[in-house]
């Protein structure tokens, strides 16, 4: 989700700041009064902050019982100087409080502004909203040179950065023109060690996968094409927000990238009618663009989520084809890899398995080749749930195995869940039907934390498992089980399926040869 904005209540503090405000039809205004409002901002209820021009007025004819307590320099949110504040402390009231709310509680890296940002807090407070909401993930601010963009995205950034535990960190793009370069500029920026058997892009996924953080990237117009990247990075990184400074040239790319992300993260959340109409938008304005990359993501992943939705196979088979000869015509091993991936889904649900391995064993060749861990764990967990419905049990236990030991690595909450449903399938056929409630149990949970329901398509074969597993269990220890399942630990749930295979071997019936 994104949201893109053209520039064109009190806390219960008590400030206290010495200055010359000035009288208006509005009340006092003026730099002292803004002051006056950051330290406010910074304290907590029933705490009483000095300034230090406050403090060295007050300081030798303070009463009996009454102190001041020198907090130490605080960076306010004004992005000015540190300044010192104090604490009033008088006898008998709370004096200990929580750390003041000012940037230097909340990892950053934000410049220093030369002056304060007055006079647009209504427009502050509307970006601030709508980079707070659930369903967005990024902001942004377009508008031609000059207007001030930057410095309100800033100003944003940092009245919001108490919501970042993980920090709000300003990525100047200004001096960048290759469009390559900018993933390398956010590691660095955050101080990341470089990787050498990862590329850039998939080593920035793994390490902001689960982090709460804010990216702020400043004058993105100059590398609009990296939007891809970027929307790749929000769809891995769930807990990620990204604010865009931008002019308003080359914005159309930049918003075509953008949608594809915002369409596949409403499908993954199972609205797939909104994500549909995102994917033929985006699909629509790289058309219009000309831009063959863009024509052949949006054709292959809006081909993936309608085959998910259970929707036409002609229209998605029509899209796939398209987009595999683009990606040939460019040289593209990606795209490659998406056709004959998602190719091996349709032969699936279409039950013809054979094809079925056969592509995807070809998408993980090409995804291994370019070192792209995240994708080969995507062909990897489906080969082995392709190894479920072909009856070998053995090899759909191994690389379900596998693929749990990466998903975890790489805390890839959708994998975890796809192969904990796959594994349920594997041990209901070996008798072990209320371990299988149990994985299902644990995968239904894992998926409501992670906002991501079930699609259609894999319904198909999930939803009789389970109804032949309640059967031959009765409705009392299915729910027993599946209630248990639910509140598993993951290492909980391992544990009980390496005591399951460990009875196995000690069992004399081969367990891979039976069916439920």
Request: charged share 20%; hydrophobic share 45%.
């Amino acid at each position: 989700m994104c949201q893109a904005l053209s520039i064109n209540k009190p806390i219960p503090s008590s400030p206290q700041r010495t200055g010359e405000p000035h009288l208006a039809s509005e009340g006092y205004v003026g730099l002292d009064v803004h002051r006056t409002a950051r330290i406010m901002s910074a304290g907590h209820g029933g705490q009483v902050l000095l300034s230090r021009t406050t403090s060295d007025l007050v300081e030798y004819a303070l009463p009996e019982g009454v102190s001041l307590l020198d907090l130490e320099a605080h960076r306010l949110k004004d992005l000015q100087q540190p300044g010192t504040l104090f604490q009033l402390v008088i006898e008998g009231l709370a004096a200990d409080f929580p750390p003041l709310k000012t940037l230097d509680s909340y990892p950053n890296n934000l410049p220093i502004q030369p002056t304060p940002f007055i006079g647009r807090e209504k427009e502050v407070d509307v970006v601030k909203q709508q980079l707070l909401r659930e369903d967005l993930h990024l902001v942004t601010l377009t508008g031609p040179g000059g207007v001030g963009k930057t410095r309100m995205a800033l100003q944003v950034a940092a009245e919001s950065s108490e919501h970042f535990a993980d920090g709000t960190w300003f990525v100047s793009l200004a001096p960048i023109t290759d469009p390559n370069l900018v993933i390398p500029a956010i590691i660095q920026t955050l101080g990341l060690q470089e990787v050498r058997d990862q590329s850039p892009l998939e080593h920035l996924k793994g390490s902001l996968h689960e982090k709460q953080m804010l990216l702020l990237l400043d004058n993105f117009e100059q590398v609009v094409s990296a939007a891809i990247q970027v929307a790749d990075l929000l769809t891995v990184c769930r807990q990620l927000n990204v604010l865009v400074t931008s002019r308003e040239v080359g914005d159309k790319e930049a918003v075509a990238w953008l949608l594809i992300n915002v369409a596949h993260a409403v499908s993954t959340q199972g609205d797939f009618r909104r994500g549909h109409a995102l994917f033929e938008e985006s699909l629509m304005m790289f058309r219009e663009l000309g831009n063959k990359r863009g024509i052949a993501y949006s054709l292959h992943t809006s081909a993936l989520w309608l085959l998910l939705a259970m929707g036409d196979q002609a229209i998605v088979r029509a899209r796939l084809e398209e987009s595999l000869a683009i990606s040939r015509e460019l040289g593209d091993k990606n795209g490659m890899a998406f056709y004959f991936w998602i190719s091996g889904w349709v032969a699936l649900s279409q039950r013809n398995s054979a094809s079925a391995q056969t592509l995807v064993e070809q998408s993980l060749t090409l995804w291994q080749e370019m070192g792209d861990r995240w994708r080969a764990l995507y062909a990897l967990s489906l080969l082995g749930r392709i190894k479920v419905f072909q009856g070998d049990f053995s090899a759909a236990r191994t690389l379900h195995e596998e693929s749990m030991t990466r998903a975890r690595a790489l805390d890839d909450s959708w994998i975890t869940a796809f192969c904990l449903e796959g594994w349920a399938i594997v041990v209901a056929a070996q008798r072990e039907r209320a371990l299988a409630v149990r994985l299902w149990g644990a995968a239904e949970s894992l998926r409501e934390r992670c906002g991501i329901p079930l699609p259609p398509l894999e319904r198909v074969d999930y939803e009789p498992a389970v109804a032949a597993a309640r059967t031959q269990l009765g409705a009392q220890a299915f729910e027993a089980a599946w209630t248990e399942g639910r509140s598993m630990t993951l290492d909980q749930v391992l544990a009980a399926l390496d005591a399951a295979q460990a009875e196995r071997q000690g069992n004399p019936y081969d367990a891979d040869q039976g069916v439920a």
